[in-house]
């Protein structure tokens, strides 16, 4: 059942551009549509907005329908209330800031637009800035102009493609963070395309992988990154320690599910409904690989021992990021990062032996790659 | 006063602009401005040309309609202009009464007020474009063949009549190496000296000077000789343009361009015995469509004020002897 | 000078640019934003006239409304006179021929525009003519000021098709052209000459003015 507010989207077409996508967002919430470029996120972005109509689908906005396909409704994208914020701006070169953000208030009384068009400029810092050109204007300058004249349709929907893509680093953080300030003033639904898993994790209250067109799976930012429901969305997801094993057995009572990897036997989180000698994927986020220290043994270690050989380790910035064989089968590393410190302590380096412990809630099971959990 | 005469005269010099009255042509002059928009209003759509036949008149008035359509923006640009009356007839001229014509067209208007428009060409193209349809009111062609074929097709009023009997030349440039000599025994010889490089002549295919020119040359069994060197004209004064050029060594044009200011003062010129080929039997007949004032103007042709112009540029009269 | 001629010349380019203003801005936009089959052939079709030798041009252009023809008979029962031979001729001449000088420019102007700013116009709220009058029309002008020169300037300089297709009647078709062509037979070279430096002046200024455009289609949208 679908709530009438909010967003909801499904969309379903072969050709030209394969879609099979499903996702909705609640008012005053922000939903992250992640995949890699050419995965179809701004094809689902620009079918909510209008500007793009595929063969199948719904969007319904806030109860208004927008498309149906069934009933042969399609709003043309300017008579729908979308605020869309595009990769490259898209600003209207021979107009100002001012002119730029009025331009989309043709729904107000012609009085009250330049007061408000301040008004919103205010609001993204751009104040005194009004009267400039985009070509005026830095890289961050002309993306809160961009905001604000989305803002200025009052849509009932804010789209956002790939806000951050075209500026540095630096503005790239200082931007995130005025989105996220900006959030107490958004009741709408708001979609961010990102390719950027951090800025999701930063900005995004849920978050939908879409690969190819697919939606793979939806959920807090937190859960699709550590429990993804396949393989493939593993990897997108950027979960490196991806591997394959077989069920070796059930243990309730120490609620544990036993996997035969690499010659080893691994506990994991238990799975009963699992049956033994069933195939299956299994991920670990890089954080819930736990360094042997030398310096400082644990009694973590008799979690899920794995003794290996170092065979990169990597230094970037002050952390150290390390690539480690199992003896047992050393076709199959195993990634995970260290402060840099730490690493110097411990000796590691390339051919030095060092051993890991695989955290047990970390372990996730999937069906073996190339199925999807519909369980997920 | 219909103004409206092809600029053919205008520019000439002082003198000969204001030579009889003003209106003469589209000028800068202050006196002839308002001629000059007299000129414009000839546009506009006021009176239907008087036309014989009812199917013309309404056909008139409908074009008038069109004429306004296509023309009212343009319209916008144009200062007021006072309506004026019909627009002058339209004559279709051979080439060769390029100098002679206007000449007589400048004595009629002198003694009746009435203006005619001048358009000069080879008669082949004339009477080409009269089976298409042009609006040509009065056809003076070099060769009564191509009159006496439109006559017998129904494009004219009877079989019109003849006017003059014209005569070839040849024509050499100053500086040229070869002689003026109407046997071209000189051309002949320089044929063979290979002092020819260029020799121009009309058009053959629809200019009956073209024709005649290369009737004489194989009379004189030159044509195998010159033809590679020939140079053709569209008509027989673009021929004498080519011929006194400076980049051809000559050509054999019409007698009566050789005869104008302007060209004899380019060159030298001899008469070519007329027997050497088909007399140019220059005929003219008004068309279908053609109104009083270009009656009026055929009438004239045939007066002695217009033959004795006629014979000032060498050309032989029906009934007089060559 | 005829004077004359030269009114009737610019009679010719004004009228002729008066259609093809609508018709250039509807053709370059639908060439500039869509994709559809057929549209290299239509694109070609566009540019024929560049390439086809005027006389060519002419030939065809008698052939589809000379005095024989269906068009050119239909035209003389509805306005008595031919078609050829008439300064409305000439016009629809004038406008087929110019079609490439007047479309490509424009077509330029409105592909310069990037489609994501036509996106945005929607998602503005702007409907189609308004953001053809807010957004793209103010991006395009510099083409389409352009493909306007240089049709009006190509207008007065065409030759072969308009002495092919209406002669050289004086005060109805003979414009300054044909009648430097007429003034050079008539061994009048003061008037050629003088009549052929205002063109050479008129065509200099035309293509001054198109380069200074296309600088700033580029700026504009830098």
């Known amino acids: ?32 549509l992640v995949g890699p470029s050419g995965g179809g996120k701004s094809t689902v972005l ?48 021979h107009m100002t800031a001012l002119g730029n953000v009025m331009a989309a208030m043709g729904h107000m009384p012609a009085p009250e637009r330049d007061e408000r068009g301040r008004a919103l400029l205010e609001l993204v810092h751009l104040a005194g800035l009004e009267e400039r050109r985009p070509a005026e204007l830095s890289g961050g300058q002309q993306q809160r102009v961009a905001v604000a004249r989305a803002l200025a349709r009052q849509p009932r929907v804010l789209l956002l493609d790939e806000p951050f893509s075209a500026v540095d680093k630096a503005t790239r953080q200082r931007l995130t963070r005025e989105i996220a300030d900006l959030r107490r003033v958004l009741s709408m639904p708001v979609v961010l395309v990102t390719h950027d898993l951090d800025e999701a994790r930063m900005l995004a209250d849920r978050m939908t992988v879409l690969h190819r067109g697919r939606t793979l799976q939806t959920g807090t930012p937190e859960e699709v990154t550590t429990r993804p429901v396949s393989a493939e969305v593993a990897r997108l997801v950027e979960l490196r320690n991806l591997f394959e094993g077989r069920v070796a057995g059930h243990d309730p009572a120490a609620g544990r ?46 979690e899920n021992p794995v003794k290996g050989t170092v065979e990169a380790a990597l230094a970037i910035g002050q952390t150290a990021h390390i690539a480690l064989r199992p003896l047992s089968d050393p076709s199959l590393p195993i990634h995970f990062s260290v402060p840099l410190h730490v690493a110097q302590r411990n000796g590691l380096a390339p051919g030095v032996e060092a051993a890991v412990s695989l955290l047990a809630e970390g372990i996730h099971l999937m069906p073996p790659a190339g199925r999807r959990d519909e369980r997920g | 006063m219909a103004p409206a005469r092809t600029s053919a005269r205008a520019i000439d010099g002082a003198g000969r602009r204001h030579r009889g009255l003003p209106g003469t042509a589209p000028t800068f002059d202050p006196e002839d401005m308002d001629a000059g928009n007299k000129q414009l209003g000839t546009r506009l759509p006021i009176l239907p040309e008087p036309s014989g036949g009812e199917p013309g008149g309404r056909a008139l008035s409908r074009r008038s309609l069109l004429r306004a359509v296509a023309i009212a923006p343009a319209l916008a640009l144009a200062a007021a202009l006072p309506a004026l009356a019909q627009e002058p007839p339209l004559v279709a001229a051979a080439s060769d009464l390029q100098f002679a014509l206007p000449d007589i067209a400048e004595s009629f208007r002198a003694e009746t007020g009435q203006v005619v428009r001048l358009t000069f060409g080879s008669s082949g193209n004339f009477a080409r474009q009269i089976r298409q349809g ?87 069994g030159l044509w195998a000789a010159i033809e590679p060197h020939l140079v053709f004209g569209e ?26 200011p302007r060209v004899s003062a380019l060159g030298a010129f001899a008469l070519i015995p007329q027997d050497w080929h088909a007399p140019l039997n220059q005929r003219m007949v008004l068309l279908k469509n053609a109104g009083p004032a270009a009656a009026r103007f055929y009438d004239y042709l045939q007066t002695p004020a217009a033959r004795a112009i006629f014979r000032e540029y060498g050309f032989v009269l029906p009934g007089e002897g060559g | 000078m005829d004077w004359t001629a030269l009114w009737l010349s610019l009679r010719l380019a004004g009228v002729t640019i008066l259609f093809l203003l609508p018709l250039g801005i ?106 053809l009058a807010k957004v793209e029309l103010p991006l395009a002008w510099p083409g389409i000021l352009t493909g306007m020169v240089l049709s009006f300037a190509h207008t007065l300089g065409e030759f072969g098709i308009v002495l092919m297709v209406g002669g050289s009647i004086p005060g109805e078709t003979r414009t300054v052209a044909i009648a430097i062509y007429d003034r050079v037979q008539a061994f009048d070279d003061a008037a050629a000459a003088e009549m052929s430096s205002l063109l050479l002046a008129i065509s200099l200024a035309a293509i001054a003015l198109t380069f200074a455009f296309s600088r700033r289609i580029g700026r504009r949208l830098g």
């Open chain 1, 1 to 32: 059942m679908s709530p009438p507010e909010g967003l909801h989207v499904r969309l379903s077409q072969e050709a030209p551009i394969p879609l099979e996508a499903e996702l909705s967002c609640a008012a005053g919430e922000i939903l992250a």
């Open chain 1, 46 to 93: 620009r079918s909510v907005a209008g500007s793009y109509r595929p063969a199948v689908g719904r969007v319904e906005v806030e109860g208004e329908t927008w498309f149906d396909s069934e009933a042969g409704i399609s709003l043309p994208a300017h008579r729908r209330r979308v605020g869309m914020v595009f990769q490259s701006y898209a600003l209207f070169p």
């Open chain 1, 257 to 302: 599910t036993m996997l035969a990897w690499a010659g080893l036997t691994i506990e994991a989180a238990p799975r009963p409904e699992l049956a033994i000698g069933e195939s299956v994927s299994w991920v670990l986020p890089d954080g819930y690989v736990v360094l042997h220290r030398r310096d400082r043994p644990s009694r973590g270690e008799h």
């Open chain 2, 134 to 220: 042009a609006p040509f009111q009065l056809y003076m062609s070099a060769d009564e063949a191509y009159v006496l074929d439109l006559a017998r097709d129904g494009f004219t009023r009877g079989e019109g009549v003849l006017y003059a009997v014209g005569r070839i030349v040849l024509i050499v440039p100053h500086g040229s190496p070869l002689e003026p000599d109407g046997s071209l025994d000189d051309v002949a010889a320089a044929l063979d000296e290979g002092r020819v490089s260029r020799f121009a002549i009309a058009n053959p295919e629809h200019a009956p000077y073209g024709r005649r020119a290369a009737e004489a040359l194989s009379h004189k």
């Open chain 2, 235 to 260: 008509n027989v004064s673009q021929a004498a343009q080519f011929a006194t050029s400076g980049s051809a060594e000559g050509g054999i044009v019409a007698y009566s361009l050789a005869l104008s």
């Open chain 3, 26 to 131: 509807w053709a370059g936009r639908l060439l500039a934003y869509r994709d559809f089959p057929g549209k290299g052939l239509a694109e070609a079709l566009v540019a024929l006239p560049l390439v086809l030798p005027p006389t060519v041009f002419g030939y065809y252009l008698l052939v589809a409304f000379g005095a024989a023809s269906p068009l050119g008979q239909l035209w003389q029962s509805v306005f008595g006179t031919p078609l050829v031979f008439t300064f409305e001729g000439l016009v629809a001449a004038s406008i087929l021929f110019n079609i490439p000088f007047a479309v490509q420019p424009m077509q330029r102007g409105f592909e310069a525009i990037p489609a994501e700013v036509r996106e945005a116009a929607a998602c503005c709220g702007m409907s189609p003519w308004q953001a």
